[in-house]
């Protein structure tokens, strides 16, 4: 008897222990973590699949990796007016220079770092215009400027590329596309200032005590 009922437990503990091992695909179990949710229940929401992809009409992106993220960002030398800047500088900077102070690009004032530590050719190619120069001497891709950015500003960098810093276009569906840091900051006058809002609401203030 006591054997008996000790073998009744025994498959009573089992049963119990598979339902727990196996029960993955059933209940508040279904999916392994939160982005295995997300993914899965955005192919088919309420019927239809959320995508970001109808916001990006007229805007041409291209595919970027850096570090574990792959995602677009809007590709820039054919929004740049006067690119190819090989038109014109068709031989070294030095010798395009005569001496006279009539400068070319009048119209480009920079207001980013102070004269000491930045001037136009901390960014830009003397030998080569239509690329940028890193700080070693690297050549940067006018469409990767972000890595022209990233050298001096880490940290923003950093941020922006898990998303914190910047904007996406379209909403959060994927496929994941950003814009990039000079779509908002203008790189020859980067700094924004801080804006509040117009007016404080005293009369809600009020409302709410
Ligand atoms: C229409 C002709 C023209 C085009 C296009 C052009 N440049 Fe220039 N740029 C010049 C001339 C001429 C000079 C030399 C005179 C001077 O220093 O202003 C110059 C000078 C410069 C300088 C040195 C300025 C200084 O004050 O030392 C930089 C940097 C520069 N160009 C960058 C660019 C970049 C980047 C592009 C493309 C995105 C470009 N330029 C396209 C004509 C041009
Ligand atoms: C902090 C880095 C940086 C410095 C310093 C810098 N540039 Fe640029 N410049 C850029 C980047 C990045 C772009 C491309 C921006 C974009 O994608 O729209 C650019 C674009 C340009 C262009 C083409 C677009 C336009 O605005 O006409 C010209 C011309 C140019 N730079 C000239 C200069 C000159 C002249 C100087 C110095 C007075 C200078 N830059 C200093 C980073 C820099
Ligand atoms: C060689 C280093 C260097 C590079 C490259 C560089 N910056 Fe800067 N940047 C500085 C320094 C130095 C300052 C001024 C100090 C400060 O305010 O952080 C500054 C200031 C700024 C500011 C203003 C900060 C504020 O407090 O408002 C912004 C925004 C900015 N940079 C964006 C950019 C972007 C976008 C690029 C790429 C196109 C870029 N920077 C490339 C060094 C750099
Ligand atoms: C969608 C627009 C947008 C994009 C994209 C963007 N920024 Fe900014 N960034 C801003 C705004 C707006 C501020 C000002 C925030 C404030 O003053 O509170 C700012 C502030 C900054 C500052 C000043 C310090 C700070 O954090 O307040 C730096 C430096 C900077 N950005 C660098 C970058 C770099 C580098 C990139 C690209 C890797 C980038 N930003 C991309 C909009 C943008």
Redesign the pocket.
């Known amino acids: 008897m006591c054997s008996k009922k000790y073998f009744i437990n025994k498959i009573v503990c089992l049963f119990i222990l598979g339902f727990v091992f196996f029960s993955c695909k059933h209940g508040e179990s279904e999916y392994h973590g939160v982005i295995d949710k997300i993914e899965s229940e955005s192919k088919d929401y309420h019927g239809t699949s959320l995508s970001s992809e109808p916001y990006f009409d007229g805007v041409k992106l291209i595919e970027i990796t850096e570090g574990e993220h792959t995602f677009l960002v809007p590709e820039r030398k054919s929004a740049i007016n006067m690119f190819s800047c090989t038109e014109c500088h068709t031989k070294p900077l030095a010798q395009m220079q005569d001496g006279s102070n009539k400068k070319a690009h009048w119209d480009i004032k920079l207001v ?2 102070n004269q000491n ?2 001037n136009c050719i ?2 830009h190619n003397p030998d080569n215009m239509d690329d940028l120069r890193g ?1 070693t001497g690297n050549q940067i891709d006018f469409n990767n ?1 972000y890595n ?2 990233s ?3 880490s940290k923003q960098f950093e941020d922006w590329k898990g998303g914190a810093h910047g904007k996406r276009i379209g909403g959060w569906a994927p496929p994941r596309a950003s814009m990039t ?2 779509n908002c ?1 203008n ?1 020859h006058e ?3 200032e801080s804006r509040w809002p117009a007016r404080f609401n005293t009369q809600k203030v009020i409302e709410r005590e």
């Open positions: 980013h770092a530590t930045m901390t960014c700080l400027s022209l950015c050298q001096c500003h840091c000079v900051h790189p980067p700094h924004f």
